[in-house]
């Protein structure tokens, strides 16, 4: 049985009434009912970066903590009209990426960028709150009758120090903690990593003893990791990244080690290294800290450059 990511919002909104896109539904119904039809288990995905506009411009989308009612919504609509078919479930890919890139950096959507960036840790934190959100409506009304599971994909770059210097072997921790602890802490332990409180204090949002309930009582079935590379990381004062969040973790990302090597063979991309030790650094890691959950790797790979002649590749 092979796999798909598909994602999916078909709630037409207004205020908090809503109603069911039927058109949307019958889409997906034929999409499912091919799919397992050619021997496709697929794998849904709620949310891929695709907020609808009009919750954008209504209530400001992942920085109104009203979007966490929306999304629950959302979701039980889905599980309600997919989950006698559909077993498995993400709720939502890479929220590091749409919360730094979507609310800090400005490069993706919705293209926001502040110097203070409490905007970055609000839209993470609304998230986290969202999938848990989801997490306890399908594991209290459908899980037992539907028997699918549930988990939320994040991705890391693995980092290792570049020396065994104790600022650099921190600055390798901290960088993990950012990446992975970010949204997994939250999620198994209650709260945000220590180090992320100390360097971005009253940026990062609290959670309420209600929140606390939500995401601590509706544990998730799996995680699901996109790992591409890993990095040689040193503590830097200034990293020179763009960013708040980047620069707050003061830590430098460089690609050799003090005698030249290479961390590893180098791919199309300029960010890209092939480091296959690093995909089991972060598997162990997450085992080892987050009481070893079933982990799926959801995305791995490598980016080369070809080119197409007389209909071959070469």
Known sequence: ???????????????????????????YNNVIDTLLEKGIEPFVTLYHWDLPLHLHDSIGGWLNKQIVDYFAIFADTCFAH?????????????????????????????GRSCDSS???????????????????IYQTKYKEEQGGQIGLVVDCEWAEANSDKIEDQCA??????????????????????????????????????EDKELILNGPMDFIGLN???????SHAADSGEEG?????????????????????????????????WGMRKVLNYI?????????????????????????TTC
């Open 1 to 27: 049985m092979e796999a798909i990511l598909m994602w999916l919002w078909i709630i037409i909104t207004d205020g908090l009434g809503t109603k069911v896109n039927e058109e949307g539904i019958a889409f």
């Open 82 to 110: 997919f989950g006698d078919r559909v077993k498995n479930w993400i709720t939502i890919n890479e929220p590091l990426h749409i919360a730094v890139g979507g609310y800090d950096t400005g490069r993706s959507a919705p």
């Open 118 to 136: 409490v905007e970055t840790y609000l839209a993470a934190h609304h998230m986290i709150l969202a999938h848990s959100a989801a997490v306890s």
């Open 172 to 209: 390798a921790q901290r960088r993990v903690e950012f990446q992975l602890g970010w949204f997994l802490h939250p999620l198994y332990f209650g709260d945000y990593p220590k180090t992320m409180r100390e360097r971005l204090g009253d940026r990062l949002p609290e959670f309420t003893d």
């Open 227 to 233: 790992q591409y590379t890993s990095r040689l990381v």
């Open 244 to 276: 708040h969040f980047e620069k707050s973790q003061q830590v430098a990302k460089i690609v050799e080690w003090e005698d030249g090597e290479k961390i590893g063979k180098k791919a199309a991309s300029d960010w890209l290294y092939i480091v296959p």
């Open 287 to 311: 085992s080892d800290t987050y009481n070893n959950p079933p982990i799926y790797i959801m995305e791995n790979g490598m980016q080369m450059n070809s080119i197409i002649c007389q209909g």
